[in-house]
């Protein structure tokens, strides 16, 4: 430590020792709590790391990930003025000192961002959960800049959530329909046999009475359907395409409980708006398709089977035209050119 040579410099070298600023005397005590509450948290989170495969960790381990990394921060912070004011002052060369200083600050400068930055990835690709109606537990996973996929949860104790099975949408929280079921239900050739329900009737019946030289039949039946699938698809897409797409709606499909697909149009907090297929006309020639609005619950959650209609749509198999009827409710009269298409009301 270098000492002042005159005795007026001496006299203040010596009074500057006996009296120490009091915020040195609390920088220590601050950073050896942060840096014990920080070590103490990544302990825990690294237990929670060992999670029963398939579980998910409540809400509030998330929230003590982020805590952790906000210590972390703060202990860099902490860490720098630690070394200015006890290691760094203590360089009797000026030019050292402030080299010293300058690259202490950008350091922690750096490390601050970094975590800070991987806060924000976690941010977007991290896994929310909510709670339904029926005590189980919807999982919301976003990765980054990808599609969301939801997971159905039961509770498991204060840390966990036990995995359940996949979900098709956040109304779909039946916890009575199992993981093969589901799965068994969204396979191609079940979700096109449950397409429509009278002729996924006429299929089960008639599997059951044939035998084995009707085989060419039953492929008949197969190849008949999914046709009145890929009409269904086709009436979604063009219905888009003509009164959604130039509003930059979305088009996202989606299967409910049943297999039968839909496609969500718009949601935000409130309410979800979504397109599905309802039934042929009357006269055959045409798919009705159904805009509903379900409003959302304080929790997040939506119904379909308390939406209402927004309106109703027609699409000519033959032809590809299109007609918007207006309507509300299935009572209310359609407009000219959707009657004309459907031959109904």
Not at 35 to 42: V, W
Request: proline share 3%; hydrophobic share 35%.
């Amino acid at each position: 430590m270098p000492v002042p040579k005159t005795s007026r410099e001496l006299s203040g070298f010596l009074h500057s020792l006996g009296k120490q600023p009091e915020h040195k005397a609390l920088l220590r005590p601050m950073y050896l709590l942060f840096y014990i509450a920080s070590l103490t948290l990544s302990g825990l989170l690294l237990i929670f790391a060992f999670k029963p495969e398939g579980d998910w960790v409540r809400n509030w381990v998330i929230d003590l990930l982020f805590l952790t990394l906000i210590l972390f921060q703060l202990l860099a912070v902490l860490c720098g003025i630690s070394w200015n004011l006890y290691s760094i002052s203590k360089v009797a060369t000026n030019g050292k000192r402030i080299l010293l200083r300058v690259v202490s600050v950008l350091f922690c400068a750096a490390l601050v961002v970094a975590i800070l930055a991987g806060m924000v990835v976690i941010a977007f690709g991290m896994q929310t959960t909510h709670k339904n109606t029926n005590e189980t537990y919807t999982g919301i996973s976003r990765p980054f800049l990808d599609k969301a996929t939801y997971t159905l949860l039961a509770g498991d104790g204060p840390f966990y959530l036990r995995y359940l099975r996949p979900m098709s949408g956040e109304e779909d929280t039946d916890p009575d329909v199992s993981e093969e079921e589901w799965l068994k239900s969204h396979t191609p050739d079940t979700a096109s046999e449950e397409s429509s329900t009278d002729t996924a009737d006429e299929s089960a019946s008639f599997e059951e009475d044939i035998d084995d030289n009707a085989s060419a039949e039953l492929d008949s039946v197969h190849e008949r359907m999914d046709g009145e699938l890929k009409r269904q698809e086709e009436g979604y897409q063009k219905i888009y395409d003509t009164y959604f797409a130039a509003a930059g709606d979305s088009f996202s499909e989606m299967y409910d409980a049943k297999g039968n697909s839909y496609y969500i149009l718009k949601e935000d907090d409130t309410s979800v708006q979504l397109l599905k297929y309802d039934r042929d006309s009357k006269n055959g020639k045409c798919g009705l398709y159904v805009l509903y609005q379900a409003d959302k619950s304080s929790d997040g959650s939506w119904s379909a089977a308390d939406a209402s209609i927004l309106n109703t749509y027609a699409y000519a198999y033959e032809t590809g035209n299109t007609a918007e009827s207006g309507k509300k409710d299935w009572a209310d009269a359609g407009s000219e050119e959707y009657q004309a298409l459907t031959g109904e009301p």
